[in-house]
């Protein structure tokens, strides 16, 4: 019973190996649970992504919310949880040179994450370079679940960026909880902050980006939005003088925070759907300004 058992599961195994392999569709691909995401999206970019003369986001899940679809030649690496260094480790494992990299600024004082660090720089992970049906993306639980999932939004509509300027959010979450979420916001940022850690993280970021500057890459530093009450408390003040000091604006480019609007965000620090559409409107149209492309 246990040898049949094997063997059935043996023959599955290599059925679903091959039909992946060769057989399987373009649709043959989900996201799966909240984590899985992040792993599709670190596996796409390492075994499927040519990321010669291409641009890079590189941030935090502030920065994820861009919407990405209607920007060419571009691949958002921001990883929820994670930051900026995290998604530089992973470019350091391609022996590609991208063609432009953007750099979220909010967030710079989160280092490398070592848990993460360890997960894809573990030898045994190559194998899914080859054999695809071990990638997040291809479990057949995960591409079922996909598959409906894509069902349901065929019958909404798309999701598109907009140049309309986004009105109040406060409807999308409760008025009391939202003003709860800003308030401490408020609070955390305006305490002492370790100034030491952020000058830290961005000489380390200095000496990390000037080997893509010396290959040619373009750098170009970006602030996300956030809230109005929150952006220039005494810890983004600091981060902004900060990245001006080491990466002069003589010398470098940055995409400012569009000040002309009072973001809402849905916690303080996200964009909500509304917002994020208008800013990746303002994000594309600030690239083509600078004529990266």
């Not at 796409?44 to 919407?67: C, Q």
């Not at 959010?169 to 902050?193: C, G, H, R, W, Y």
């Not at 100034?195 to 961005?202: E, M, T, W, Y």
């Not at 965000?265 to 600078?290: A, P, Q, R, V």
Request: glycine share 4%.
């Amino acid at each position: 019973m246990i040898t049949k058992s094997i063997a059935i599961t043996t023959i599955l195994c290599i059925s679903y190996f091959i039909f992946v392999s060769s057989f399987a569709p373009a649709y043959w691909s989900g996201t799966g649970n909240d984590l899985q995401p992040r792993s599709v999206k670190v596996e796409d970019f390492l075994y499927n992504t040519d990321i010669s003369n291409k641009n890079i986001i590189f941030g935090t899940s502030l920065a994820e919310r861009i919407v990405k679809d209607s920007i060419p030649n571009i691949f958002n690496l921001s990883l929820a949880a994670l930051g900026v260094f995290d998604g530089l480790y992973l470019l350091s494992l391609k022996n590609e040179i991208p063609k432009c990299i953007f750099i979220e600024m909010n967030f710079i004082d989160r280092g490398f994450n070592e848990d993460f660090k360890k997960t894809f720089s573990n030898p045994s992970l190559t194998i899914k370079k080859h054999i695809k049906s071990l990638r997040e993306d291809k479990q057949p639980m995960v591409v079922l679940g996909n598959l409906m999932m894509n069902k349901v939004k065929s019958l909404q509509t798309p999701q598109k960026i907009s140049n309309t300027k986004p009105s109040s959010q406060i409807n999308e979450i409760d008025s009391a909880l939202f003003n709860l979420l800003v308030m401490n916001k408020v609070t955390e940022f305006s305490l002492p902050f370790k100034d030491s850690v952020i000058n830290l993280r961005l000489q380390t970021l200095a000496e990390i980006l000037k080997t893509y500057e010396n290959k040619g890459t373009k750098i170009v530093f970006f602030e996300m939005p956030i809230n109005h009450r929150v952006q220039d408390l005494p810890y983004f003040e600091y981060l902004r003088k900060a990245f001006y000091n080491k990466f002069p604006k003589s010398s470098y480019t940055y995409i400012d925070k569009p000040d002309s609007l009072k973001f809402q965000t849905l916690d303080g620090t996200h964009l909500g759907s509304i917002e994020s559409k208008w800013y990746s409107f303002y994000f594309k149209k600030s690239i083509n300004d600078l004529q990266i492309n």
